[in-house]
């Protein structure tokens, strides 16, 4: 059997250099892409030597390990070592991760691992299938690396409060929307929206029936009032606002509580994946 030594040292250096590219997506590493190259040209390099040298499978298994190691430092300039090993602990999950996903097609096809360095039909299945998987692991790993990514900077503006009303407290999630600049027409302060389905368990069915008629008599909430605002292709809007007891916002390491916080309503869930009832006013950033 002939033995194409250009083809693996190809494909090691497509998959080294497509996995770094993974970590630095996946750690956010600001970065010349270049240092990827050489660091995947090493690794192809070193792909070669390797198999000439006669040692225990535990002790290649440590010097494959510590040739990981040297790629993520060569790919990826920091003085930090704590970054360094974040970003090789990151790089070895995509590269086990990705190794189970080709072994496991390897039998699903019923190729060994020990053709797959020799030109025969076996092998230009292996090398079909291996790029095949390659584009549809990347794929599916820079999709989840994007959902990630978004939860982690919505987290960043997600809060977690308790809400006063007529002396009754109750704990849900607050997004924090630098968007919401709604302001009371007649006291000027900033309107902080709350769902209808939340308020309901601070209220009797009765006050919740009139809220629904668009009554603000008799509702028991203090300072109720009626503002006008408007959204973007569409008409103006009338919204029931009022001041609650309180409202107070933990972000993880403070909590600040506010008091006689407005309150808006809105008759709707907000419409995206992020599970909150209140949407704070933009003032309340220059607050907590």
Same mark, same amino acid.
């Given at each position: 059997?002939? #033995?194409?030594? $250009?083809?693996?040292? @190809?494909?090691?250096?497509?998959?080294?250099?497509?996995?770094?590219?993974?970590? !630095?997506?996946?750690?956010?590493?600001?970065?010349?892409?270049?240092?990827?190259?050489?660091?995947?040209?090493?690794?192809?390099? =070193?792909?070669? =030597?390797? +198999?000439?040298?006669?040692?225990?499978?535990?002790?290649?298994?440590?010097? !494959?390990?510590?040739?990981?190691?040297?790629?993520?430092?060569?790919?990826?300039?920091?003085?930090?070592?704590?970054?360094?090993?974040?970003?090789?602990?990151?790089? @070895?999950?995509?590269?086990?991760?990705?190794?189970? #996903?080709?072994?496991?097609?390897? &039998?699903?096809?019923? =190729?060994?691992?020990? &053709?797959?360095?020799?030109?025969?039909?076996?092998?230009?299945?292996?090398?079909?299938?291996?790029?095949?998987?390659?584009?549809?692991? #990347?794929?599916?790993?820079?999709?989840?690396?994007?959902?990630?990514?978004?939860?982690?900077?919505?987290?960043?503006?997600?809060?977690?409060?308790?809400?006063?009303?007529?002396?009754?407290?109750?704990?849900?999630?607050?997004?924090?929307?630098?968007?919401?600049?709604?302001?009371?027409?007649?006291?000027?302060?900033?309107?902080?929206?709350?769902?209808?389905?939340?308020?309901?368990?601070?209220?009797? +069915?009765?006050?919740?029936?009139?809220?629904? $008629?668009?009554?603000?008599?008799?509702?028991?909430?203090?300072?109720?009032?009626?503002?006008?605002?408007?959204?973007?292709?569409?008409?103006?809007? !009338?919204?029931?606002?009022?001041?609650?007891?309180?409202? &107070?916002?933990?972000?993880?390491?403070?909590?600040?509580?506010?008091?006689?916080?407005?309150?808006?309503? #809105?008759?709707?869930?907000?419409?995206?994946?992020?599970?909150?009832?209140?949407?704070?006013?933009?003032?309340?950033?220059?607050?907590?």
């Amino acid at each position: 059997m002939v #033995v194409y030594v $250009e083809l693996a040292v @190809l494909n090691n250096f497509i998959i080294s250099f497509v996995l770094l590219f993974l970590t !630095k997506i996946t750690c956010i590493i600001k970065g010349k892409n270049y240092r990827l190259i050489l660091s995947s040209l090493f690794s192809s390099l =070193i792909s070669l =030597i390797l +198999p000439l040298i006669i040692l225990h499978a535990i002790l290649i298994l440590f010097i !494959k390990i510590l040739i990981g190691f040297l790629c993520v430092a060569i790919a990826f300039k920091t003085e930090n070592i704590k970054k360094l090993l974040k970003y090789f602990l990151v790089y @070895l999950g995509l590269t086990l991760a990705f190794g189970g #996903v080709v072994y496991a097609s390897f &039998e699903l096809f019923k =190729i060994k691992l020990a &053709e797959v360095a020799f030109v025969n039909s076996p092998f230009i299945i292996a090398i079909i299938t291996i790029y095949v998987l390659l584009f549809v692991f #990347v794929f599916n790993v820079i999709k989840l690396i994007k959902i990630l990514n978004k939860q982690r900077k919505v987290a960043t503006f997600l809060y977690t409060v308790k809400v006063t009303i007529n002396n009754k407290t109750y704990s849900t999630n607050a997004f924090l929307d630098s968007g919401n600049r709604l302001k009371d027409t007649i006291s000027g302060e900033g309107i902080n929206i709350i769902t209808f389905t939340f308020l309901s368990k601070f209220l009797p +069915p009765e006050t919740l029936l009139k809220l629904a $008629e668009h009554s603000k008599e008799n509702l028991g909430l203090t300072n109720a009032h009626f503002v006008e605002f408007s959204s973007v292709g569409a008409s103006k809007q !009338k919204m029931l606002v009022f001041n609650a007891n309180s409202i &107070e916002i933990n972000s993880g390491k403070n909590s600040k509580k506010l008091d006689s916080p407005m309150l808006g309503v #809105v008759f709707k869930k907000f419409a995206d994946s992020i599970d909150y009832d209140i949407l704070l006013s933009s003032e309340i950033a220059n607050k907590i």
